[in-house]
């Protein structure tokens, strides 16, 4: 536990900078960007927004994707030598706010409970999933969803360990059990594929963890709420072994890495493009 989730009131300020920069200009760069957390997540608010485009003439759009998340669309007809995304925030978070509730029709909504290429099952993701399962009708019932997710999430955090390099954004949860060795990513496919063997929706989560350098990744597990009105998502942190509590600043969910990477995007040219990107997510103040 964080001393974090001890307090009742978290401001957070959030800043990430993306600088693409190419060899030689380009045409027709279209840009979308997944950095806005949403305006509100549970108990996390977002109280300030702001993204500042430099280097080139842009045209910008923001919409909503099929999971509610913010896009934004980028368009230049030319990039002369770099452009730079600056995406400022703060958010401010309450312990007494209420969860993360969702539609009840997300029990059982195909997105969260399907496998995809990521996260396909394999025979050691099977055998990996076997844990004992909890008494009771299923994962369906909120205890034994629970109860389901926390053997999970410990079963991956026991599986993989932590180390950069090994595996990348098209690395599978069955090529990272192989491997048993990956990063934050890699522990959210493997635990996603797991519960959608044992049938527990679950969905990718992207977003930030208070003291640490890069993006993070982790899982939200869909069980019913506590008064069995709604469906309610409750976070889970495979990488580091535990839930989800204060910490963790949600930006986007998805099905897997590919619904919600922060920066993706094409342009038209011969020129060869780098990328550089800063990010840090600081505690304002906390009561």
Do not use: K
């Not at 990039?79 to 995406?87: A, G, H, I, S, T």
């Not at 522990?187 to 930030?208: E, F, K, P, T, W």
């Not at 990010?279 to 103040?285: A, I, K, M, N």
């Amino acid at each position: 536990m964080s001393p974090l989730d001890e307090v009742d009131r978290v401001r957070y300020r959030l800043d990430q900078t993306f600088v693409y920069r190419y060899d030689a200009p380009i045409q027709r760069l279209r840009h979308r960007l997944r950095v806005m957390p949403p305006r509100q997540h549970g108990p996390t608010v977002l109280e300030t927004s702001r993204l500042t485009i430099s280097g080139a003439e842009v045209q910008r759009r923001r919409v909503r994707d099929g999971a509610g998340n913010t896009v934004v669309r980028v368009g230049a007809e030319r990039v002369d030598e770099y452009v730079q995304f600056v995406y400022s925030a703060t958010l401010t978070r309450r312990r007494d706010s209420e969860s993360v509730l969702l539609d009840p029709r997300a029990l059982g909504d195909s997105r969260w409970l399907r496998a995809t290429a990521l996260t396909g099952p394999s025979e050691p993701l099977r055998a990996l999933a076997a844990v004992s399962p909890p008494s009771g009708p299923g994962p369906f019932d909120r205890l034994n969803g629970l109860a389901l997710a926390d053997a999970l999430c410990h079963v991956t955090h026991e599986a993989l360990g932590y180390e950069y390099g090994l595996t990348g954004v098209r690395t599978t949860a069955d090529e990272a059990l192989a491997l048993g060795r990956g990063v934050c990513q890699d522990s959210a496919h493997v635990m996603l594929a797991l519960c959608r063997i044992r049938g527990l929706a679950a969905r990718y989560v992207s977003g930030h963890l208070v003291g640490q350098g890069g993006t993070h990744a982790w899982v939200e597990v869909v069980v019913p709420s506590a008064d069995g009105h709604a469906a309610e998502a409750v976070g889970y942190d495979p990488c580091n072994g535990r839930r989800t509590g204060a910490g963790h600043v949600t930006v986007a969910t998805g099905r897997d890495y590919r619904d919600v990477p922060p920066t993706s995007g094409s342009y038209v040219g011969t020129a060869t493009g780098s990328l550089t990107t800063t990010r840090d997510l600081v505690v304002l103040d906390a009561a």
